[in-house]
């Protein structure tokens, strides 16, 4: 099999390697790009279509560097990575934290992924509905003192009592995402 050429929309180490573990399940030969994309949502996007948006934005990001940098046109993905707040029915806050994965390759066919879901505690939910520029990373990381957690072991580390890391769940979001291009006889209109 040809090397593929992926590029992850973001220059989070924790986002990075959930990336390089998902598509290194399926892939043997992949070379991994980086760059800072922008997601054009807000810092700490709420609803559903908002964190969609924001991966997507980051994949197409990564793409087009793939396509202006590389002299591929086949066999390369741009990947995104976005979490966010979504409303939710029956929670104990109204919201859930998601994490999702975009991938897009050079026909601009797009796949998306979703790890586990999770609540925050109220309060975390009520500082960032107050102050719509707030990330949680940032509330949680000054609650567990350790401010750069959201680029490690992340707040749902922090609130499982280390039983699940984010790292686990970005993985999750980039092999559900992964599905299609996996299976593309089961997903025909990738091909």
Known sequence: MRKIKICVGSLNPTKINAVEI???????????????????????????????????????????YLLNETNEKSNIFGIGIEAGLVPVPHTRTGYMDFQFCAIIDEKRKISLGSGIAFEYPQFVINRILEKNDLEIGQIIGELAGNLNLKNELGAISFLSKNRIKRPEILTQAVICALLPWINKKLYKELN
């Not at 991994?32 to 980051?58: C, D, H, T, W, Y």
């Open 22 to 64: 998902g598509f290194g399940k399926y892939f043997k030969k992949i070379e991994v790009f980086k760059i800072k994309g922008n997601s054009k949502v807000s810092n700490q996007p709420i609803g559903m279509e908002k964190i969609l948006k924001g991966a997507i934005n980051r994949a197409k990001a990564a793409l087009d």
